[in-house]
Every structure is written in C-alpha cells, then in structure tokens.
C-alpha cells in the first residue's frame, strides 16, 4: 500500500524534529566532555579547548536551532524575539571564541612556539575571523536601512548560506581539534570516533536546516 503524502510528510517533520534534539544533545554532550577533559583551570592552555568547544560546539550550535521549526527551545516566542536571541547567542560565541584564540596565541608566546603552522590552527584563525565578520555583517538584518538597495530577504538569504559557511567551518576547526595530540593522547578507542562523530552530525543537521529554509522560500517565490 503506498504511503499517503500526509503520512510522508508526517514522518520527515518527526525524523526533522528527532535529529534536532539530537543536535541539541551532542553539542551539549561534546561540550561537557572537552570540559571535563580540559578541567579549565589547571594550565592556561586548558581555557583554550574550553572555551572553544563552548562556542563552537554549543552556543554556535544553538543560535542556529534558534530558528528550527520543529526543534528550537524557543519556536513559541515571536520571530522578533528569537532573532534577538539568536543575535546574543552569536555574540556569546565570538566572545569565547576571540578569547580562545588569545588564550592559545599567548601560551604558544609564552613557550616559544610558532602559531598558525597546522591546519587546526589556520582553519581556526579563519573561523574566528569568518564569525567576526558574519556577526557585523548580521547587524544589516536588524537595521535593514543601511542597505537600502539591497532587499531584506536577500539578505536573509546570504546571511543564513554564509553563516552556514561559517557553522561548517566551526565543525571543520573541532574536528581538527580532536585529531591533535593533546586530544588523542586523552581520548583514544571508540570514545574517539564517537567524538569526531559529533561535528559531523550538528553539521548535517545545521546543513538541513539551512538549504530546506532557503528552498522553501524559493519555492514560495512567485
């Protein structure tokens, strides 16, 4: 018997919905672990890791799934609201990230050695910048008269692809993060493949999110 439209779209929203709290739970779950892992505190190197799982992983994680339809904490505020949430969660991970990237720049100063020579390095200082920017860039959304040439859903739309540039790019920088050899050397077995396993999850997530908003709106285009 085929299945029913109703019944397909029925099983893509719960499917939607489930891999939403899932991202919720893995960016949480890998947060804490690093945490535990780092035990901030204990070296300033420790602060580093910390600080850019926190962003990266969780608040960068969550400011997206601000405007999931199915798994966002906060789907019954107004739109208005959850922008401004979104916009503040942001703003938490530049902050942490910025600091991160300080924190490892001064303790790499402080032992004489270089910085930016490996790729986690340089995808990270690229990711830091790319955030930087996505967020100035983000201002233009809530004060959409200083670009008046240009419409406000076309900015919806670069803002969101390129913020999905910069999401992929966190992942990219965590994931590199894992295979170093202050990681490897603290998780190592199954634990590791699981770990390397929770960016690339949120990514997919993230990534769905992001092109079926903006096919729908293409869609819904005259």
Do not use: D
């Amino acid at each position: 018997m085929a299945v029913s439209i109703e019944t397909e779209t029925y099983i893509y929203r719960w499917l939607r919905a489930a891999s939403g709290v899932a991202a919720h739970l893995v960016a949480l779950t890998l947060t804490v672990c690093v945490t535990v892992i780092a035990r901030p505190g204990s070296s300033i190197f420790s602060w580093h890791p910390f600080l850019m799982a926190l962003a990266f992983s969780f608040f960068m994680t969550e400011a997206v799934l601000v405007f999931s339809p199915e798994s966002s904490l906060v789907r019954s505020f107004s739109r208005k609201i959850r922008v401004r949430i979104h916009w503040a969660v942001q703003l938490l991970t530049l902050f942490c990230a910025l600091l991160g990237l300080a924190i490892i720049s001064y303790n790499k100063h402080i032992n004489s050695k270089p910085h930016f020579v490996t790729w986690h390095g340089l995808i990270g200082l690229i990711t830091v910048l790319f955030i930087g920017l996505q967020c100035v860039a983000g201002t233009t959304l809530l004060y959409p008269k200083l670009l008046k040439n240009w419409s406000l859903a076309k900015l919806k739309t670069y803002h969101a692809t390129s913020g999905l540039v910069g999401y992929l790019l966190g992942c990219c920088s965590l994931f590199l993060g894992m295979c170093s050899l202050w990681f490897t050397a603290s998780v190592t077995g199954v634990s590791w493949y699981l770990s390397i396993l929770c960016p690339v999850l949120t990514g997919l997530v993230i990534m769905n999110q992001v092109s079926n908003g903006y096919l729908y709106r293409k869609r819904s285009q005259p």
